[in-house]
């Protein structure tokens, strides 16, 4: 059992709850909230996922096919490969679902009970059916249950899609995944475990969802395109002459390992990998990922839209300026006391406020304040309006008084009417960055005949308020990094516009001030109209909820990739609604919920790190796909020219083995440690192809010819299949440092020559040096089946290689590959339009 600590005794009514006795009888007796959430996939389901891919079953069976034909170290070089991968791939993916396992379980949020009169922490797994939960502004209902005391408005629109809240009495039912957004109560449980409605959705949810980021479609589609070619090179390997009539069983076999092997499985395990050990690297600095694949996410984002609360200040404010209208300050102070005894626990001004009125107490006598008025904590109330987003405004209704108290925005609660020098002193106030609020009062009721919260315009201002928000130390540093990260930032608040730009202005945000909205004019715009608005301010003040998701919804259309943070209720939908949602660990139950990852211990500076660890981990994959398509593209290449011109099949499963060793297996471990944090391209197949494909051509022009000339000149295949497997390691290895992400930009001046980064060809110089020493030693060629050449034939082979790297590495850097990529693109234009006007 979980530990269960008493935490307060619990206010309002006399609701004991169950006792501790009988909820663990009814746990016992099958009636508790047993169903746990599964996070991620079981490690029987890792391990079955990485053993049985289709190409794995394949090469296992050629595999099978060399051991039939005496063949067994073929067979090893086939199979060892695979289960190589596999082994590691689960390992490592295991590793990280352990480690975000246990994090997520020391995150875990707790459920408040009550029971033997108190409230207590509980894991929500043990709750029972007959379970008394408090429940507050911002809390999710975790289980279906029932009002039994107060009222309570809830938002539905995570069960229903209906964004509109609605008000719940007691008696009415709730079903779990409710938000309430304002008011509070206690609830009892109906329904629990698989019962609970939420837990249903989940459970669909969980066995329905195969969502593909745009990183794995691009990998599906590589490994699709790559298999295709592979059965077309077979098929022409499979008429040739030289397959169809000279080449024993033996041959085939060989024949067909190398060209299975060549179809790149190995990047749908990268992908995994990647995704899995990042995610990990992003927990450790703070940041929870919910949705492994949202560190992808993290490396596309572009826009990240933010409330200043909790991110740009601190989650509390300071009750900075008072002034009384018409009314002094024994008489005020009673007033604020029937709004703030109200306010929930948690609410930035009600606590700023309760702090006041403390404050205050310490220095006047208690009989000065209750003599100097008829209104009062203890009097009796007849309505309550809990503050509401969409609204802007919280009141109190008294029966002895029939006065209402509200408190809520100047623009709300003031009438067009007010004193010019009170709204002088409101626009004030807000220009120099104060979150201002306005206390009133009135005669008339809170509700209009239907029952519906409503403002009357009959108030009468006796107090404006002024709270100070303190920038947080890490923002400015955070916020200039997201500038240099390329990352642009809308600030959208429910707050003043004028309050909230000069705050950003103060926090960096330079021109915030002069780019700022304000939110009812968004909302009467159509959707390019507040489109085009969007993309021009930095801050849009006074926005509800809906208006939010709008918001993040425009940016989108215009091609933005948008990242949001919330942490309220009244950013559910605009979390739901962009493609990355990040929640603070200190807010609501249901922001966390909704979101893709959770920033522990609010910790809004880590984000920066998180957005370049993933722009690492997309380069990093770029780098690695390119070297491992374009050794597959060049053997496809060879293989099919070989055919073509009659020639023997020019590769062994042992060469294969070789050449995959030193030209991708080692240097791609190496190359993915050096990316960059830089901005992830639109189309991952398209990048990745315009460098391995024109890569892959390139060796083919050189390797052929090698492979036809020595072939003609020593009438031994072996002989010319080691000169093949030299030209292609040596033309192979000095990719490296032309596709590595640190040289795999455009075109670069002579003045850039000296800032290249020269690692990678140290790393290609020593793959070369592997392979010369690997050469060198008898027992390591007859394992690859390489036949030894002579010193001079392999140091030409060796300058061949040089001056085709060189001639390659200056036509990329001269742009000539990107012209001759754009031409090509615009000739393909030109032929989809002149094929649809032929079909018009």
């Known amino acids: 059992?979980?530990?269960?600590?008493?935490?307060?005794?619990?206010?309002?009514?006399?609701?004991?709850?169950?006792?501790?006795?009988?909820?663990?009888?009814?746990?016992?007796?099958?009636?508790?909230?047993?169903?746990?959430?599964?996070?991620?996939?079981?490690?029987?389901?890792?391990?079955?996922?990485?053993?049985?891919?289709?190409?794995?079953?394949?090469?296992?069976?050629?595999?099978?096919?060399?051991?039939?034909?005496?063949?067994?170290?073929?067979?090893?070089?086939?199979?060892?490969?695979?289960?190589?991968?596999?082994?590691?791939?689960?390992?490592?993916?295991?590793?990280?679902?352990?480690?975000?396992?246990?994090?997520?379980?020391?995150?875990?949020p707790t459920a408040t009970v009550v029971r033997d009169g108190t409230e207590r922490s509980i894991d929500p797994s043990r709750l029972v059916r007959g379970d008394v939960l408090p429940v507050k502004r911002g809390d999710q209902v975790v289980l279906d249950a029932e009002i039994v005391?107060?009222?309570?408005?809830?938002?539905?629109?995570?069960?229903?899609?209906?964004?509109?809240?609605?008000?719940?009495?007691?008696?009415?039912?709730?079903?779990?995944?409710?938000?309430?957004?304002?008011?509070?109560?206690?609830?009892?449980?109906?329904?629990?475990?698989?019962?609970?409605?939420?837990?249903?959705?989940?459970?669909?949810?969980?066995?329905?969802?195969?969502?593909?980021?745009?990183?794995?479609?691009?990998?599906?589609?590589?490994?699709?395109?790559?298999?295709?070619?592979?059965?077309?090179?077979?098929?022409?390997?499979?008429?040739?002459?030289?397959?169809?009539?000279?080449?024993?069983?033996?041959?085939?076999?060989?024949?067909?390992?190398?060209?299975?092997?060549?179809?790149?499985?190995?990047?749908?395990?990268?992908?995994?990998?990647?995704y899995?050990?990042?995610?990990?690297?992003?927990?450790?600095?703070?940041?929870?990922?919910?949705?492994?694949?949202?560190?992808?996410?993290?490396?596309?984002?572009?826009?990240?839209?933010?409330?200043?609360?909790?991110?740009?200040?601190?989650?509390?404010?300071?009750?900075?300026?008072?002034?009384?209208?018409?009314?002094?300050?024994?008489?005020?102070?009673?007033l604020v006391e029937v709004v703030a005894t109200r306010m929930p626990p948690g609410d930035r001004i009600g606590d700023a406020l309760r702090k006041w009125l403390a404050g205050l107490r310490e220095t006047e006598p208690p009989a000065a304040a209750s003599a100097s008025s008829d209104v009062g904590p203890a009097a009796t109330v007849v309505d309550v309006v809990p503050f509401s987003s969409a609204r802007r405004w919280s009141g109190v209704a008294e029966a002895a008084t029939r006065r209402s108290v509200v408190l809520g925005a100047p623009e709300v609660v003031l009438s067009p009417a007010a004193e010019p020098a009170l709204t002088e002193t409101v626009e004030d106030?807000?220009?120099?960055?104060?979150?201002?609020?306005?206390?009133?009062?009135?005669?008339?009721?809170?509700?209009?005949?239907?029952?519906?919260?409503?403002?009357?315009?009959?108030?009468?201002?006796?107090?404006?308020?002024?709270?100070a928000e303190e920038i947080r130390p890490d923002a400015k540093a955070t916020l200039q990094a997201f500038e240099d990260a390329g990352v642009a930032i809308k600030v959208v608040s429910g707050d003043n516009p004028r309050t909230v730009a000069h705050i950003a202005q103060e926090a960096g945000l330079e021109g915030a001030e002069a780019a700022a909205a304000n939110g009812p004019d968004l909302a009467a715009m159509d959707d390019r109209a507040l489109r085009e608005s969007v993309e021009r301010s930095i801050v849009v003040g006074r926005v509800e909820p809906a208006l939010k998701a709008r918001i993040v919804q425009a940016l989108r259309d215009g091609g933005r990739y948008v990242g949001m943070i919330g942490d309220g209720v009244n950013d559910i939908l605009g979390l739901k609604s962009a493609q990355l949602g990040i929640a603070m660990e200190s807010g609501s139950g249901a922001s966390r919920a909704v979101a893709d990852i959770v920033l522990l211990d609010d910790r809004f500076a880590v984000l920066p790190k998180a957005v370049a660890e993933g722009r690492k981990i997309v380069d990093g994959m770029l780098g690695s796909s390119a070297l491992l398509l374009a050794r597959t593209f060049y053997m496809l290449l060879i293989v099919l020219g070989a055919a073509i011109g009659g020639l023997a099949f020019p590769f062994t499963p042992r060469n294969n083995s070789l050449l995959a060793l030193v030209t991708v297996g080692l240097p791609s471990m190496v190359v993915v440690a050096w990316a960059r944090p830089v901005q992830s391209p639109p189309d991952f197949v398209r990048t990745t192809l315009r460098f391995s494909v024109p890569a892959?051509?390139?060796?083919?022009?050189?390797?052929?010819?090698?492979?036809?000339?020595?072939?003609?000149?020593?009438?031994?295949?072996?002989?010319?299949?080691?000169?093949l497997i030299t030209i292609t390691t040596f033309c192979g290895t000095l990719l490296i440092p032309i596709l590595a992400p640190?040289?795999?930009?455009?075109?670069?001046?002579?003045?850039?020559?000296?800032?290249?980064?020269?690692?990678?060809?140290?790393?290609?110089?020593?793959?070369?040096?592997?392979?010369?020493?690997?050469?060198?030693?008898?027992?390591?060629?007859?394992?690859?089946?390489?036949?030894?050449?002579?010193?001079?034939?392999?140091?030409?082979?060796?300058?061949?290689a040089i001056a085709w790297a060189l001639a390659v590495f200056l036509a990329r850097r001269s742009g000539l590959v990107d012209r001759l990529d754009a031409r090509i693109a615009v000739m393909a234009a030109r032929r989809g339009a002149e094929a649809l006007r032929k079909a018009a």
């Open 1 to 108: 059992m979980s530990a269960i600590t008493a935490t307060s005794e619990m206010p309002g009514p006399a609701v004991k709850g169950l006792s501790e006795t009988e909820a663990v009888r009814r746990y016992d007796a099958g009636e508790g909230n047993r169903l746990q959430a599964k996070a991620g996939r079981s490690y029987a389901a890792i391990v079955w996922q990485a053993t049985f891919v289709p190409i794995n079953l394949v090469l296992f069976a050629v595999s099978g096919a060399l051991v039939v034909l005496g063949l067994p170290i073929d067979a090893g070089l086939t199979a060892l490969p695979v289960l190589g991968n596999i082994v590691v791939s689960a390992a490592m993916e295991a590793s990280a679902k352990w480690r975000l396992d246990r994090l997520r379980i020391l995150s875990t």
């Open 696 to 723: 892959a051509i390139a060796v083919t022009v050189v390797a052929l010819p090698v492979y036809a000339y020595y072939l003609a000149h020593t009438g031994s295949v072996a002989i010319a299949q080691s000169a």
């Open 429 to 467: 106030w807000t220009r120099s960055g104060l979150r201002v609020v306005v206390l009133a009062q009135g005669s008339t009721p809170l509700r209009d005949e239907a029952g519906q919260p409503a403002l009357s315009t009959a108030l009468s201002p006796v107090a404006v308020f002024g709270f």
């Open 276 to 334: 899995a050990t990042a995610a990990f690297r992003i927990s450790r600095a703070g940041a929870l990922v919910q949705r492994i694949n949202s560190v992808e996410s993290m490396s596309r984002v572009d826009t990240l839209v933010l409330d200043k609360t909790g991110t740009i200040t601190a989650p509390h404010f300071q009750l900075r300026e008072v002034l009384p209208v018409g009314i002094d300050q024994a008489a005020l102070t009673p």
């Open 149 to 274: 005391d107060g009222e309570i408005e809830v938002d539905e629109s995570l069960l229903t899609g209906e964004s509109d809240p609605v008000v719940r009495h007691v008696g009415d039912a709730l079903l779990s995944g409710s938000v309430c957004v304002s008011g509070s109560g206690l609830i009892r449980v109906t329904r629990v475990g698989l019962e609970s409605y939420a837990n249903q959705l989940t459970a669909q949810a969980q066995s329905m969802r195969a969502e593909r980021t745009p990183l794995q479609r691009g990998v599906d589609r590589l490994i699709a395109v790559t298999t295709i070619l592979v059965v077309l090179v077979s098929l022409v390997v499979a008429v040739s002459s030289r397959m169809g009539a000279g080449q024993t069983a033996t041959e085939i076999a060989q024949a067909a390992a190398v060209l299975v092997a060549l179809v790149p499985q190995g990047l749908a395990i990268m992908v995994t990998v990647t």
């Open 742 to 800: 640190s040289n795999r930009s455009g075109a670069v001046g002579r003045a850039r020559f000296r800032d290249l980064d020269w690692r990678p060809t140290v790393l290609a110089l020593a793959m070369a040096a592997l392979f010369g020493a690997l050469m060198a030693l008898p027992l390591a060629r007859w394992f690859y089946e390489v036949e030894p050449i002579p010193v001079a034939d392999a140091v030409r082979l060796g300058l061949i």
